[in-house]
């Protein structure tokens, strides 16, 4: 149907963790550039700085992303986070591609009403929003997002996939990557606060 756009409604609770998904326009498999996800790991980190969030856990795959958030404000706004996270992205994307005279920035051009074009990196809407409220559910999402790369045979272990917060709950100290977004992880007393057990 003609301008029907899927839409999905945040809605948050103290405590709440939020796992995020989101994808690339028409899940093309555009997150292969490490530059681009470079430029992507960067917009997560602003984004969870300047709309207060804590990244517990993300995975990058090649035509979709996995971020799973704590919102640190009572009334978070998820849709501006992810914005945050998005916008900063595709412009500099679009930048690269303009600069290169990129036969791909006419693929990712896209008709929105007569006299209208505009740029798409990311699938148009909020993609996916998934409230976790238990211990069990927040770590088994946790091992879900870093053994996706495992299951679609992008590699054969989880810490062999580099666009994961994987090193962070597998090495001690954590390891520090300067090319992906800081992992703040989850406060220390959280699973002795959140709900349900």
């Not at 490490?34 to 993300?58: D, K, M, P, Q």
């Not at 009403?113 to 946790?142: C, H, M």
């Amino acid at each position: 149907m003609a301008g029907h756009r899927k839409t999905v409604k945040h809605y948050h609770e103290p405590g709440d963790v939020h796992e995020l998904t989101f994808s690339c326009y028409q899940r093309k498999p555009l997150l292969t550039n490490n530059t681009w996800r470079g430029y992507l790991a960067e917009s997560i980190e602003a984004a969870c700085r300047s709309n207060r969030f804590r990244l517990a856990a993300f995975v990058f795959m090649p035509e979709h992303v996995h971020l799973l958030v704590l919102p640190e404000l009572p009334e978070p706004d998820i849709g501006a986070f992810l914005a945050a996270v998005k916008r900063p992205c595709s412009a500099r994307i679009k930048d690269d591609l303009t600069k290169a005279n990129s036969r791909l920035l006419e693929r990712l051009t896209v008709l929105e009403r007569p006299g209208k074009t505009a740029f798409r990196f990311w699938q148009e809407g909020p993609g996916y929003d998934r409230n976790l409220q238990k211990e069990k559910t927040v770590l088994s999402s946790i091992d879900y997002l870093h053994n996706n790369p495992v299951r679609r045979g992008l590699c054969k272990d989880a810490k062999d996939w580099f666009w994961s917060s994987i090193q962070y709950y597998v090495t001690e100290p954590p390891i520090v990557e300067p090319m992906l977004p800081i992992i703040h992880g989850l406060p220390p007393d959280f699973f002795t606060n959140i709900k349900g057990g």
